[in-house]
């Protein structure tokens, strides 16, 4: 799905951010895809800025946990993408959207 979705929007687009977290929505564990698959993209790597979101599961909420605390997680994950987009790509406030 990346690579036709880098493919078919790559002449309107300057830049890709890619972060990739470590664990699933419920905090499961879970490998870094495109980074095991990195080499797939090196046609693309003009306009990928990649950032890892390695996150400590003391700090997320378990699956065993009530749902309420995944959310907890998508607003860590929201919150990192949003930092690496005005500090690492410099976006302006007005792009963000």
């Given at each position: ?71 907890v997680n ?24």
């Open positions: 799905m990346l690579e036709i979705r880098l493919e078919e929007v790559w002449p309107y687009v300057d830049l890709f951010l890619i972060v990739e977290a470590n664990v699933t929505f419920t905090g499961l564990s879970k490998p870094l895809i495109f980074a095991e698959n990195r080499h797939r993209f090196e046609w693309a790597e003009s306009k990928i800025v990649y950032r890892q979101l390695t996150v400590d599961h003391e700090l997320l909420a378990d699956e065993s946990q009530d749902a309420r605390y995944g959310w998508v607003e860590k994950t929201r919150d990192a993408v949003t930092w690496h987009l005005r500090n690492v790509v410099h976006a302006a406030d007005k792009t963000l959207y």
